[in-house]
Nanobody, 117 residues
Framework: VQLVESGGGLVQPGGSLRLSCAAS????????MSWYRQAPGTERELVAT????????TYADSVKGRFTISRDNARNTVNLHMNILKPEDTAVYYC???????????WGQGTQVTVSS
C-alpha cells in the first residue's frame, strides 16, 4: 500500500500550488480521501475531504473558498488545488485514505508547502 504526495514547494503569498497524491495497493474507489496538514509545533489538522465518488467535499473554514479537493478514480489520484496562499498555510501536507467499510486508514509521507516572500 502506498500514498505518495507530490507538488509541494515554496510559493509567494497570493500564489497557487497543486498537490497530488498517487495511491496504489488498495481499492482506491472504496476510500474516502482527505488532505491534512501539520505546521511545526501544532497538531495535524484536517484540511479537506472528498467522498468515494467525489460527489461531496468538505473543507476547513480556514481554507474554504481557496482550496479545492478533487479525485480521479480511474487514475487513483486525489488532488488539492490551493489558491490565494497565505503564510499560515505553511505546513507539511499529508494525504490520507480511509476505507468506508473497515475504517482502515493509510497515510502518505507528506509534502512540504512553504508560503513566504
Amino acid at each position: 500500500v502506498q500514498l505518495v504526495e507530490s507538488g509541494g514547494g515554496l510559493v509567494q503569498p497570493g500564489g497557487s500550488l497543486r498537490l497530488s497524491c498517487a495511491a496504489s495497493g488498495f481499492t482506491f474507489s472504496n476510500y474516502v480521501m482527505s488532505w491534512y496538514r501539520q505546521a511545526p509545533g501544532t497538531e495535524r489538522e484536517l484540511v479537506a475531504t472528498i467522498t468515494t465518488s467525489g460527489g461531496l467535499t468538505t473543507y476547513a473554514d480556514s481554507v474554504k473558498g481557496r482550496f479545492t479537493i478533487s479525485r480521479d478514480n480511474a487514475r487513483n489520484t486525489v488532488n488539492l488545488h490551493m489558491n490565494i496562499l497565505k503564510p499560515e498555510d505553511t505546513a507539511v501536507y499529508y494525504c490520507q485514505g480511509m476505507d468506508t467499510i473497515t475504517a482502515r486508514v493509510y497515510w502518505g509521507q507528506g509534502t512540504q508547502v512553504t508560503v513566504s516572500s
